[in-house]
């Protein structure tokens, strides 16, 4: 069975802190993707990035970054000088790479204050 | 647009009423999935079509819950006698799936049903 576990179920930080949101995950497949999705308050997910299992080198976005490391099965995401907007619900995601279907974790909200 | 739309945005229904939910995929994905988010909680999984086939509906919670995409483009999901507990949000996903290997999924803005 799949399965995503996001710790963290709420966190704050100030403007221009750094944050990190820590996923870990199972799977018994070798073949697999791994997603971030952000869900603001108007509610549509957001699609951020998308990791297969066999690249685990870091991936940088402008202020984003991910850290996949298959050893500890997890796929964490930073944001570096957080801003009010990034705040909103961040999902982790998981799916094989026939199965299709996502395997969500709970989320973590994310509250930057000014 | 370019996106994934549904219709309605909200919908409230008295217990026991039938219900139907549209989601228009972006145009050109073969896959298109439906997915349940209660409050709080992340989505979890429906169901999910290839074109007109429905290939996986182990998510559905009941015989209450039906989905069809007779065309291979828009999707209805219909909930049959609602409960207080089929209230939540129902999303849409659709993907373009080269060869039916994952590809990222993109959502539309959901239903929020509520049953009273």
């Known amino acids: 069975a799949q399965k995503v576990t996001q710790a963290q179920t709420e966190i704050s930080v100030v403007e221009k802190e750094d944050v990190t949101l820590d996923c870990v995950y199972e799977?018994?497949?070798?073949?697999?993707?791994l997603f971030w999705y952000k869900q603001p308050p108007s509610g549509e997910l957001v699609f951020l990035i998308r990791r297969n299992s066999f690249d685990e080198q870091n991936e940088i976005s402008g202020r984003y970054s991910w850290n996949f490391q298959k050893s500890t099965s997890s796929f964490n995401f930073t944001i570096t000088a957080s801003q009010v907007v990034d705040s909103a619900v961040y999902f982790c995601?998981?799916?094989?790479?026939?199965?299709?279907?996502?395997?969500f974790g709970a989320g973590t909200i994310l509250r930057v204050k000014s | 647009g370019a996106g994934v739309s549904q219709s309605p945005r909200y919908k409230v229904a008295k217990r026991g009423q039938d219900v139907a939910l549209r989601c228009d995929p972006i145009s050109g994905h073969v896959s298109l999935f439906w997915y349940q988010q209660a409050l709080g909680q992340g989505p979890e999984f429906l169901t999910y079509f290839q074109n007109e086939a429905q290939l996986d509906k182990s998510g559905l919670p009941s015989d209450r819950f039906f989905a069809e995409r007779p065309e291979g483009s828009v999707s209805t999901l219909k909930i049959q006698r609602t409960q207080q507990e089929d209230s939540a949000v129902y999303l849409c996903?659709?993907?373009?799936?080269?060869?039916?290997?994952?590809?990222?999924?993109?959502f539309g803005p959901g239903t929020r049903l509520t049953v009273l």
């Open positions: 799977t018994r497949d070798t073949t697999y993707y």
């Open positions: 996903a659709s993907s373009f799936d080269i060869a039916g290997v994952t590809d990222t999924q993109y």
């Open positions: 995601a998981l799916s094989t790479i026939y199965g299709n279907k996502l395997v």
